[in-house]
């Protein structure tokens, strides 16, 4: 499964981005979708999750409530769509891939930069 992840920028807070995440290579119905991010001096962490089959999302708590992640079957196209931004929302964003059952993810995308000036 290849990853393409894309949409990052700059935003000032309050604003708004939606990042993309194009997956190729093989079918991935039985997969999880994932987006975590990695802020300067920090560990990578969850961000959000969906299974293509069936559209079940979860979300870390630090993002509920104002992002919402999402797919397009057709496109094999996953969406994060991240609303009142904040500055501590600053990282480089990836999407990741795993089948269901799986421990961890092994497919990831190249990152995307999301800056959030306050």
């Known amino acids: 499964v290849q990853l393409q992840a894309s949409g990052g920028g700059l935003v000032q807070a309050g604003g708004s981005l939606r990042l993309s995440c194009a997956a190729s290579?093989?079918?991935?119905?039985?997969?999880?979708m994932g987006w975590f991010r990695q802020a300067p001096g920090k560990e990578r962490e969850f961000v959000a999750r969906i299974t293509w089959s069936a559209g079940v999302t979860y979300y870390a708590d630090s993002v509920k409530g104002r992002f919402t992640i999402s797919s397009d079957n057709a496109k094999s196209t996953v969406y994060l769509q991240m609303n009142s931004l904040k500055p501590e929302d600053t990282a480089v964003y990836y999407c990741?891939?795993?089948?269901?059952?799986?421990?961890?993810?092994?497919?990831w995308g190249q990152g995307t930069l999301v800056t959030v000036s306050s």
């Open positions: 290579g093989r079918t991935i119905s039985n997969y999880y």
């Open positions: 990741a891939a795993k089948p269901l059952g799986a421990v961890s993810y092994d497919h």
